[in-house]
């Protein structure tokens, strides 16, 4: 009650806020791997967004003569089988996992989110209808639905996207509706409703923004694992078309070359590594510091 | 008891229903006319036609789906284009090689990542903590196909301990089988023991404060015993029914692997059937994956339900 009384107060409650802010900064980054985790993920975007600058030369220009190198001064990692700067594809294969990241868990978050919304609100028939729709889709290895629906849409990465889309969109719709479940419980909520408030407005001011802490965490951690995913698809050559750079086809065409110069599987591999971990690490700790007893929830 | 056994049936039977129906619209999804695109550019308008009406795509939709899940029902997913074969054979003959090294695999990796959540949920704060927890973080970020490679890069070309690729029945050659089988079981298994012992720890975590645990604790229990008696059967719970979720994510780095190291398992099967937009193989895949997890969740949840009785009540 206190609190509440304090509230009133804009001061009062402008200084509060900003303590809980610096709680959560301190929490967050009180870990040297969380540190490490933004590091990799900044340092990531930066090279994405400026792989034209950095990359010291063109990532798909054939060069007959210099096939399959190993490291030198000219060739930093050395060059692929058709001459290409190793280094640079890496640079440039960046790009496509920092969006693929993106725009996946975008489509999978407002899809997913929107449903389990609709689903944990109104309940019923169409609720359970939605539930069922996304455990069937669940029950299917995710690898399986997003080959099928990759090929069956016919390669290109817009499709990799729905198809990656599609099978991530499960969990946030899961996720979203057991919050608003357990979240319509509260009196403030039955208060807005008293009141006289409108579905639209008891969901938007009320429910979705106290929903969306541990969802935040998921699309942290599901900006990596589409990385991963798309890395998969890439490596079996479905959806990106080459000879555009991604880490997967990467570490797929450099395998017939593993003696001699193996670091065209394993440097791009690395790459993916690292992101994905960076995500996992941030995920985490975002997860400790926006509240504790998510840990093991999500 | 009895109700809920009914109510997880009926639970299930809905949501392989709704699997049938996604594999279903999986075949409507191809932009252009799918009868041409599985026949290629050759087909003569005859062949079309043909097609057409044996897939019965010259019919309603509501009657097409009907007429594929009767087809279903008697076994018959179509013909493989590539392979001029029934798919449904084409898939029963791979079955056994991919639930061998799937079944190995889930077990290896439940085990060895109950034990290691365990470890690191009861030394919390060590050093046998944080390495663990360092391998699960790193565990799932790794691809299984490159560990693939990279281990027929260390094992197979350097070292030569191992063979590059290549599948023996274990009936056959059980020594050249085993050689054959490490390689593949460790890639896919690294990521789910990441996944199982991350689940687990925090699970153990969690039971370690309950009420009950204390109790057991001031009543004078040896550690050994409030630790695995009671809190580990507990803990275990949340891990055991995620097997299914587990079993989907391990199936498909099991797949990738039976490509790279050339396994002829229904992975190999998907996979090529997939680059080589054989697509009747691709919707037969999907249904048969999707239905059999199905029915292991239900397995998995029944067998729960029966240890468990707080389950049935949820």
Same mark, same amino acid.
């Given at each position: 009650?206190?609190?509440?009384?304090?509230?009133?107060?804009? +001061?009062?409650?402008? @200084?509060?806020?900003?303590?809980?802010?610096?709680?959560?900064l301190r929490v967050m980054f009180g870990r040297w791997l969380v540190i490490f985790g933004t590091f990799v993920i900044v340092l990531t975007v930066f090279v994405a967004l400026f792989a034209p600058q950095l990359a010291p030369y063109n990532?798909?220009?054939? @060069? %007959?003569?210099?096939?399959?190198?190993?490291?030198?001064?000219? *060739? %930093?990692? /050395?060059?692929?089988?058709? /001459? !290409?700067?190793?280094?640079? !594809?890496?640079?440039? #294969?960046? !790009?496509?996992?920092?969006?693929? /990241?993106?725009?996946?868990v975008c489509i999978a978050g407002v899809i997913g989110m929107s449903l389990g919304l609709i689903a944990g609100y109104f309940g019923g028939w169409i609720g359970t209808m939605i539930m069922r729709f996304m455990d069937a889709l669940m029950s299917l290895p995710p690898l399986v639905l997003m080959l099928a629906i990759a090929v069956m849409l016919g390669g290109g990465i817009a499709k990799v996207y729905v198809a990656l889309g599609i099978a991530f969109?499960?969990?946030?719709?899961?996720?979203?509706?057991? +919050?608003? %479940?357990?979240?319509?419980? @509260?009196?403030?909520?039955? =208060?807005? @409703?008293?009141? #006289? &408030?409108? *579905?639209? !407005?008891?969901?938007f001011s009320h429910l979705v923004p106290n929903a969306f802490p541990p969802l935040f965490v998921m699309i942290t951690l599901d900006l990596g694992?589409?990385?991963? &995913?798309? =890395?998969?698809?890439?490596?079996?050559g479905i959806g990106i078309n080459p000879p555009t750079a991604t880490w997967g086809a990467m570490i797929n065409s450099g395998q017939q070359y593993l003696l001699t110069n193996p670091l065209l599987s394993i440097v791009p591999g690395v790459a993916i590594v690292l992101l994905v971990l960076a995500f996992n690490l941030v995920g985490d700790g975002l997860r400790d510091a926006l509240d504790p007893r998510l840990r093991g929830k999500i | 008891m009895l109700s809920f056994l009914l109510r997880r049936t009926i639970h299930t039977i809905f949501v392989v229903f709704i699997v049938t129906i996604i594999s279903f619209l999986l075949l409507h999804i191809i932009p252009g006319d799918p009868v041409v695109r599985i026949l290629g550019a050759h087909a003569t308008a005859a062949q079309i036609e043909q097609l057409r009406h044996e897939l019965g795509l010259d019919q309603p939709i509501l009657w097409q789906y009907i007429h594929w899940i009767w087809n279903v029902f008697h076994g018959d997913f179509g013909k493989s284009f590539i392979y001029h074969e029934d798919v449904g054979s084409l898939m029963l003959e791979r079955f056994p090689v991919t639930l061998y090294l799937v079944s190995i695999s889930l077990i290896l990796s439940t085990i060895i990542g109950i034990i290691g959540g365990v470890i690191s949920a009861v030394k919390r704060g060590g050093v046998a903590d944080s390495l663990i927890s360092l391998f699960a973080n790193t565990g799932i970020a790794i691809p299984s196909f490159w560990l693939g490679i990279v281990g027929i890069y260390i094992f197979?070309?350097?070292?030569?301990?191992?063979?590059?690729?290549?599948?023996?029945?274990?009936?056959?050659? %059980?020594?050249?089988?085993?050689?054959?089988?490490?390689?593949?079981?460790? =890639?896919?298994?690294?990521?789910n023991v990441a996944i199982v012992a991350r689940q687990t720890r925090s699970s153990m975590l969690e039971t370690i404060q309950q009420d009950y645990v204390r109790t057991a604790k001031s009543k004078g229990l040896k550690q050994r015993v409030v630790l695995y008696k009671h809190a580990l059967r507990n803990a275990l719970i949340p891990v055991v029914t995620l097997v299914g979720l587990t079993l989907a994510f391990l199936i498909g780095g099991e797949f990738i692997i039976e490509t790279i190291c050339n396994i002829p398992g229904v992975g190999r099967l998907l996979v090529r059937a997939a680059m080589n937009k054989d697509y009747l193989i691709v919707q037969g895949g999907v249904l048969i994956l999707g239905t059999a997890i199905c029915i292991i969740n239900l397995v998995v949840d029944v067998t729960y339900g029966l240890i468990d009785p707080r389950i049935r009540y949820k």
């Open positions: 009650m206190s609190e509440a009384d304090l509230e009133t107060w804009p +001061e009062q409650g402008q @200084n509060k806020r900003v303590s809980e802010f610096q709680r959560f990532p798909n220009k054939v @060069n %007959l003569r210099e096939m399959i190198e190993p490291p030198s001064a000219k *060739h %930093l990692l /050395g060059t692929d089988e058709m /001459g !290409r700067d190793l280094l640079s !594809r890496v640079i440039y #294969g960046s !790009r496509i996992a920092v969006s693929v /990241g993106i725009v996946v969109m499960p969990t946030y719709c899961r996720l979203m509706c057991g +919050e608003i %479940l357990s979240i319509k419980e @509260n009196d403030y909520v039955m =208060a807005a @409703n008293v009141i #006289g &408030a409108g *579905h639209i !407005r008891v969901m694992f589409a990385i991963l &995913a798309e =890395a998969s698809l890439s490596f079996l | 197979g070309l350097k070292l030569g301990w191992l063979p590059v690729q290549g599948y023996t029945s274990p009936f056959g050659d %059980l020594w050249m089988s085993l050689k054959q089988l490490i390689m593949p079981v460790f =890639a896919t298994s690294v990521p």
